[in-house]
């Protein structure tokens, strides 16, 4: 499986993004799918995941202003970040996995960069 992910750029704080990420390859539907970001300095965090039944997790900093979501027929997951904060700058990784949160995804997609001003 294959991650291309897009959408990232700069934003003043309470903005709003959208991040899409598009996978090729087949059993798209088998996997789990997520939304990791780094910010500089930082370790990787999870930021929100998706199960295969549509069951998400979302990470206590984010939740009411970042949505998951996929589109099995199109093969993308996406992130609608709302409200956004500064401290939400980092390098955004799309992820998918054979285990629903398993902490441990299988692919990675290549990162976008969101920056957000104050």
């Known amino acids: 499986v294959q991650l291309q992910a897009s959408g990232g750029g700069l934003v003043q704080a309470g903005g709003s993004l959208r991040l899409s990420c598009a996978a090729s390859g087949s059993d798209f539907s088998s996997l789990s799918l997520g939304w990791y970001r780094q910010a500089p300095g930082k370790q990787r965090e999870l930021v929100a995941a998706i199960s295969t039944t549509g069951n998400t997790n979302y990470r206590d900093s984010v939740k009411g202003r970042l949505t998951i979501s996929r589109d099995n027929a199109r093969n993308t997951v996406s992130l609608q970040m709302n409200s956004l904060k500064p401290e939400d700058t980092a390098v955004y990784y799309c992820?998918?996995?054979?285990?629903?949160?398993?902490?441990?995804?299988?692919?990675w997609g290549q990162g976008t960069q969101v920056t957000v001003s104050s």
């Open positions: 992820t998918a996995e054979h285990y629903y949160c398993s902490g441990v995804p299988n692919y």
